[in-house]
Structure formats: C-alpha cells, structure tokens
C-alpha cells in the first residue's frame, strides 16, 4: 500500500466548477516538503503560489497549466482547453473529488512546477520533442516523481501515475525510462 501525503497537504474535493485560489483548493500546499525545494527565491514561489488560481471545470479531465490561447495541436487532436491571462491550474471536478490523494498530490505539485517555469520565461506548450521527451514535461514528472521517491511511493504506483491518456505504449516505456522508473518489477 502506497502512503499518504504529507499530513500537511489538504485537499477540498467539495468545490464544484469554478475559480478558487491554489490556497483554498489545497490548504497546505505551502506547507509540505516539496514546496521548499522549488527552484528560486522563496519569496518570489510563495508570492506566485498566492497568486495561482485553480479553474475547477465540468469536464472530464486531470489537471494542466491554462495556456493563453489554445496550443496550435489542439484543434487538431479535439482539445479545446481553458485559457486564462494569469497563472491558472485547471483540474476536472470528478479528479478532484474522487482521484487518490497521492494522485492530486503529485499533479498539483506538478503543474505548479510548470507555472514556475511559465514565470521564468519557459514555452510550457512546445511539444516538438514530443510530450514525453519535452524538456518542461520531463523537469515537471522529474519533481514529482522525486518526492514520490522521498515518500516511499511503490515503482507500481507511479507507472500507473505516468500512464497517462494522450501516450501510446511506446511513449509510455519511454517517459518511464527518462524518469528512471522500471517498467515492470
């Protein structure tokens, strides 16, 4: 059995649709390891987590950073996201609800590794080395996967963590063999 969160990370499943401070949706989430060891002057992170919002959407979906406007491969694979001008985590209201804590964990420490990089300056939608060899994706999973490691989470736990719908198999092996994750025991 895989553990839990920190004590100190919370999460408020009861939101339906609409926009919540990062703060309201996971109480705590300044207050748990990770967040220490995002990359830059604690002061700018806290300020930037203080100001992230999360969009809680009807939609089947998991979580991702708002893009501006729509990435130009949307429309071609179906996808109309969310957009927003601020730093904006969108996350699907059944995700939220009825996903593992250590699921929500990991993602919400994720995609705020990808606002951070946003911040700085970085293309969060440039999928020309392909998702799971995009340099954001592997930084953002590599956070994640490294305090998942920390916790004790099981190498079970995070293939099925990684094995997300928009990756074939193939890609699969592949983003588990960038992260260091065994494909099988």
Same mark, same amino acid.
């Given at each position: 059995?895989?553990?839990? =969160?920190?004590?100190?990370?919370r999460?408020?499943?009861?939101?339906g649709p609409?926009n919540?401070p990062?703060?309201?949706?996971?109480p705590?989430?300044?207050?748990?390891p990770p967040?220490s060891?995002y990359?830059? =002057?604690?002061? $700018?992170?806290r300020?930037?987590?203080s100001g992230?919002?999360?969009q809680?959407?009807?939609?089947?979906?998991?979580?991702?950073v708002? =893009?501006r406007?729509?990435p130009p491969?949307a429309e071609?694979?179906?996808?109309k =996201?969310?957009t927003?001008q601020t730093?904006?985590?969108?996350?699907? $209201?059944?995700?939220?609800?009825s996903?593992?804590?250590?699921?929500?964990?990991l993602?919400i420490y994720?995609e705020?590794f $990808?606002i951070?990089?946003?911040?700085s300056?970085?293309?969060?939608?440039?999928? /020309?080395h392909?998702?799971?060899? /995009?340099?954001?994706?592997l930084?953002?999973?590599?956070? /994640?996967?490294?305090?998942?490691?920390?916790?004790g989470?099981?190498?079970g736990?995070?293939?099925?963590y990684?094995?997300v719908d928009?990756?074939?198999r193939s890609e $699969?092996?592949?983003l588990?063999?960038n992260?260091g994750v065994?494909? /099988?025991?």
């Amino acid at each position: 059995m895989d553990p839990d =969160p920190p004590a100190a990370f919370r999460i408020t499943r009861d939101l339906g649709p609409g926009n919540y401070p990062l703060l309201e949706v996971f109480p705590g989430f300044v207050n748990a390891p990770p967040f220490s060891r995002y990359p830059g =002057p604690s002061e $700018h992170v806290r300020s930037v987590a203080s100001g992230t919002t999360v969009q809680v959407v009807a939609e089947e979906t998991w979580m991702y950073v708002a =893009p501006r406007v729509p990435p130009p491969f949307a429309e071609a694979v179906g996808w109309k =996201p969310f957009t927003s001008q601020t730093n904006c985590i969108v996350v699907g $209201h059944m995700h939220l609800e009825s996903s593992p804590a250590m699921t929500l964990y990991l993602d919400i420490y994720h995609e705020f590794f $990808h606002i951070l990089q946003r911040e700085s300056g970085r293309e969060l939608w440039d999928i /020309s080395h392909g998702y799971v060899d /995009s340099p954001t994706e592997l930084e953002a999973y590599g956070f /994640s996967v490294a305090e998942a490691r920390r916790l004790g989470v099981s190498n079970g736990f995070l293939r099925k963590y990684l094995e997300v719908d928009w990756i074939s198999r193939s890609e $699969h092996r592949q983003l588990l063999k960038n992260l260091g994750v065994p494909a /099988s025991e």
